[in-house]
């Protein structure tokens, strides 16, 4: 098994895989397509797992603002 940066070849992959894991969901995937398009998203921090040259796997780590309301 190879971890390696993810590339926008990748994209259509990771979609699909996510949609599985899912259980046939696409809202987890195009979270992830949503976060790529944003100033959130770190390339470096989105990788996949290849097996044999297949994606069987993905982590995205991005960019995010905590934003404390007044209790």
């Given at each position: 098994m190879q971890i390696r940066t993810?590339?926008?070849n990748d994209y259509k992959h990771?979609?699909?895989l996510n949609y599985l894991a899912?259980?046939?969901r696409d809202d987890e995937a195009k979270?992830?397509?949503?976060?790529r398009f944003s100033n959130c998203f770190?390339?470096?921090l989105s990788?996949?797992?290849e097996e044999q040259?297949?994606?069987v796997g993905h982590v995205l780590l991005s960019k995010a603002k905590i934003i404390?309301?007044?209790v």
């Open positions: 993810e590339t926008i990771v979609f699909n899912f259980e046939k979270l992830i397509e949503h976060i770190i390339r470096e990788l996949v797992a040259g297949e994606i404390r309301e007044n």
